[in-house]
């Protein structure tokens, strides 16, 4: 190894040789992708393979945000994934597959919905965010969580035979509001699962989304900023359409006023959700429902320390801040009964809405938390 060149590993270097002769990439290249950390939005039909050749690359950390488990109907695109994996969570089996391909790539997956209120504690920390979403209340949602995160944004998008791809960056060019300042009216534009798609349509797309994340995060090429690239797979032919930054954009633009995510099924039009009430259960309830561990989860959400000064027998830790990173750990407990609790109630509320748009389906809050099984089930637990 000549004097000051990146460590590579014998592996690393057998691995990654393409890659390393190439001049423009050549080791410092690699390493950048080595220590990069990128966010992969929706493990679908763009985002399977955009993470397929991250991975394969060498990108470091992949981030992998989707609470939806695999359908048949998914295979015909979603290349992640066979038929005995439907019915599972797609991150799992996306972290299972990937891990397989390469095993220098750390994995942590999300599965939940990315909201206004959990999308930028979600996303910090990444380099790149690949929007592989298919609902243009998530790409709003996604490219203003980027502006205000100061991360780039690949977004991709597809329906029937046609694609697109775009590089948004606020910092140095255009953001998504730039482009589409409002999004269409209600059911103007169809789903793929209305529609159709072509099976194969999204890994081309999904492959320019790959492509321009390596490109920004080895600062090589001109990437597509400012440029809408669009793909007629019929005719296959490739059109680009030239754009700037919009100077009365709200999110980017020269007097700019987001200053927060907001509500975008709202700005999209799109009907509210009548959100089921919480399932609160007080702890002489939750005695009576058997064995923690055996019978049902009895999740802890409060902080290690808290854990130690008082606990319950059979609880499991997960402190809240760690909890949409490590919701996968919990998978074997989707379908079967989940109790969530902290010191007096109000974080473990806030864990069983994430655990049940990440598709749990028996969730209850313990009413009162710790404090209150002490109170009045068993007065040996600490009070702090």
């Known amino acids: 190894m000549a004097s000051g060149a990146p460590p590579f590993r014998p592996e690393q270097y057998e691995r990654y040789r393409r890659h390393l002769n190439l001049g423009e990439i050549g080791p410092e290249g690699q390493l950048a992708w080595l220590r990069a950390r990128v966010a992969v939005v929706g493990a679908g039909g763009l985002g399977c393979p955009a993470a397929l050749y991250l991975a394969a690359a060498g990108v470091g950390t992949l981030g992998l945000f989707d609470a939806d488990v695999v359908e048949l109907s998914n295979l015909q695109r979603q290349v992640l994934y066979g038929t005995g994996d439907v019915g599972r969570p797609k991150v799992e089996v996306a972290r299972e597959r990937l891990a397989a391909l390469n095993p220098d790539v750390r994995l942590e997956t999300h599965a939940l919905r ?17 929007d ?19 991360t780039p944004v690949i977004s991709g998008a597809i329906l029937r035979f046609e694609g697109q791809v775009s590089v948004f960056d606020a910092r140095r060019g255009p953001c998504y509001r730039c482009l589409f300042p409002e999004p269409p009216p209600p059911g103007a534009a169809p789903s793929c699962a209305e529609a159709g798609v072509l099976g194969v349509l999204p890994g081309l797309v999904a ?10 995060l080895a600062g090589v090429g001109e990437p597509l900023l400012g440029r809408l690239l669009q ?4 005719e296959m032919r490739f059109g680009e359409f030239q754009f700037g930054k919009d100077p ?15 509500d975008y099924d709202g700005f999209c039009g799109v009907p509210a959700r009548e959100e089921a009430p919480l399932v609160e259960l007080a702890p002489a309830e939750v005695a009576r429902r058997g064995v923690p561990g055996r019978d049902y989860l ?7 320390d808290e854990h130690a000064k008082a606990r319950l027998e059979g ?12 919701v996968e750990e919990l ?3 989707r379908e079967r009964p989940v109790v969530v609790h902290c010191h007096k109630g109000g974080r473990s509320a806030k864990a069983c809405r994430l655990l049940r748009d990440a598709g749990f389906l028996d969730v209850a809050n313990l009413a009162g938390g710790i404090e209150a099984w002490s109170l009045s089930v068993d007065p040996t637990v600490p009070r702090y």
């Open 315 to 326: 609880a499991r830790l997960v402190p809240l801040g760690e909890l949409p990173a490590r």
């Open 248 to 262: 009365a954009c709200p999110a980017c633009g020269e007097h700019a006023t987001l200053r927060e995510l907001v």
């Open 207 to 216: 492959l320019v989304q790959a492509t321009e994340t390596l490109k920004l």
């Open 132 to 150: 592989g979403s298919d609902n243009f209340p998530t790409r709003y949602l996604v490219s203003d969580a980027g502006v205000l995160l100061g």
């Open 231 to 234: 793909l007629d797979a019929l």
């Open 114 to 130: 990315l909201r206004s209120d959990n999308a930028l504690e979600a996303l910090r920390g990444y380099d790149v965010i690949v």
């Open 331 to 333: 998978a074997g407990w």
């Open 298 to 304: 009895l999740l802890d959400v409060r902080e290690p």
